[in-house]
């Protein structure tokens, strides 16, 4: 990065590709304006947050991803080992798999349910009705709990009945399963995952709203006044006029989707530090490298694996960007 | 039956289907929002009753109160150093509100205004950076943070570990990629009229910056200082992992130690995370505008 901050900070010529955006005659007056305090001054304020920023973030991983081909226990030298971690993690470990493919069902449910409910709400809420903005409260108030204390309202309900679980207590109460019967929602590692991904839901489900109810506002009235005068009912002119013209707010919400399931930790830590039916790569990563053992060098290959994975709807993400500032 | 009055039934028809269907409509939202809102009245109820009364009624918690007070607050809040936590959080999250807007404004000023070559390749850096799940970076950044000296004003052991001056750093480098996208987009959009003619005026670049764009920006900063807020608020992992258990922590995080020492009462439990939750859902029933434009800048460009 050092290489091309100096001409990154140097304004560029009206004439470069880069700046095609902008209208090119005025600009060059417009340059000559600046002293050579501002242009240092300039430079200061976007070189040293960029600095720290590229360090903190980017050069962090990429010591993440060094590390992951050393077997360093925090202590004495790097000892490089290939692929061992990888291979091992693979082959071996017997978290890995589990960690994965609970990763990949809490993608799955939000993609296929709380992304697509959130989508609903928002269609629902778009139209002029009565308390519109009482129940947009309502859905959008988990969505500024912390996710710890998300877990902890959530154990309130799914604790076993010995804990007073509200959820066993209801189906104890009624009957409806024998109170040494009553399953331990969050102790059962066969369903344990699917309790945190409800409560994941509930306030992954609020967040699509707002953010797709912003985008329905967006979509230029006289397109679906225009659907209408030709004959098209509710139903079509969301996905035929509607749903296409969204198609920004679409990578936006598919982008959050995946990243919110890859970043998954807080609930699953709190209830059990990600443990017995809950891994996620996440916790994995800490459990191996900082709470439970020093494995450095092996939690940074779950690490890389982790970021691998993010770097697809990062990349997607970041097309997008691209191709609309291009237009 | 003529023509005229077929098309006439046919209207009162529709209406009635029409009425029936947003009546259907308000079912739905209306089972949905309480299914949503009960979690937290749950918590909100537990947290009111006192345990004994819960473990005593055969029905345990699927019961109806006979007390209901405020004792496992008070127990909680004396057993507890619960302002302690509360001042921690502040006095992380203003901080690093602060600095995250300034810099973020700064940069996005810089971006927006003066077209350089690489002002996209910077905006591609922090957004993607921002996207970046955490736990990518926690092993190498947590190492950081216990080996690299930090002298005395900025931190009390000499590291960044520990520390509230390394959390805030972390939330704002992190953040800050956020803001200046969506403050960069905010900025195109203000006149270059303006910022001309205040050129023409011989305005220096910080007076532009400080006198003409940040006051056009209020809207955009009093949104994203919102949002910020509840987010910084609302930190668990790097409070976690970049502090030692203890009085440092804040709310969110030293919720981890109180609930070992409230596991066998859910009520209490119940109390600490009412206390915990209650400043965010305040603040967002107050300020509630700003949160949705704040998202919503966020997610639609211009």
Redesign the interface.
Known sequence: MSE?EP??????PAT?A??G??APA??RR??S???RR?KV??AL??GV??S???V???G??L??VV?SFTDWQ?QGPLNFVGLKNYTYLIQSYPAFWPALSHNILWLLSFICFATPMGIL?AV??DRP??ASG??Q??????V??????VG??????Y?P?A????ID??L??TGLVKGNATPDWLGDPSINIWAVIVAAS?RHI?YIM??Y???L??VDPSLREAAAIDGANERQTFFYVVFPVMA??NV?IV?VTV?ES??A??IA??INHGKNGLEL??TL??NN??SEASL?GF??AI??V??LI?LV??VL??TR??R??EQ | MSAWAVAGQGTTHNRARRRLK?AG??V??IV??FI??W??L??LY?SLRPYGE??AN?????SLPATLNLDNYFSVWNAQNMLGFYWNTAVITIPAVILTLW?SS??A???SK????????????????N??????????????YLHLPLPAPLSDNGLMYDQFTGLI??HT??Q??FCTFVLSNYMKTLSKELI?AA?IDGA???TIYRRVVLPLCTPAIAALATLLS?WI?????WA??LFKSGDKRPI??A??NL?GAFFTN?TQ??A??VM??VP??V???IL?RF??TG??LG???S
């Open positions: 091309i001409k990154a900070l140097t304004p560029a470069t880069g700046a955006v902008v005025g600009r417009h340059y304006v600046l002293t501002d001054l300039l304020m976007v947050p960029l720290i920023f590229f903190l973030i980017w962090m991983a010591v993440s590390l925090g709400l629902c809420l009705l009565r009482l129940y409260t309502i859905f959008f108030t988990p500024v709990l912390s996710l710890a204390v902890f309202i959530w154990e309130l309900q604790s009945l804990g007073n679980g509200f207590s209801v104890a109460a509930w609020g707002i953010l109810l912003a985008g506002k967006s920004p707010i936006v982008v990243i890859l970043r930790f807080d830590y709190i790569l996440s990563i800490t490298s900082i450095i939690g940074s690490a890389v982790l970021l993010s709807p990062i993400y970041l960007v691209m609309s500032e | 947003r409509l308000h739905f939202l949905l929002a949503f809102m979690p937290l749950y918590a537990t819960i473990v055969p029905t345990g918690p699927f810099i700064m940069l000023f810089t971006i003066f077209s350089w070559r690489f002002n996209l390749l910077v905006l591609m850096i922090f957004t993607a950076g996207l970046l799940p955490p736990q990518v970076i926690i092993v190498p950044l947590r190492l950081v750093l972390i480098t992190f800050t990629g001309e050129q220096g670049i910080f509840v608020y609302n930190d668990f992992f976690l992992l969110t995080a919720l981890n609930s859910p439990l119940a600490v995370s915990a939750a965010t859902i603040l967002y029933l509630q949160f949705v998202l919503t997610a639609t460009k």
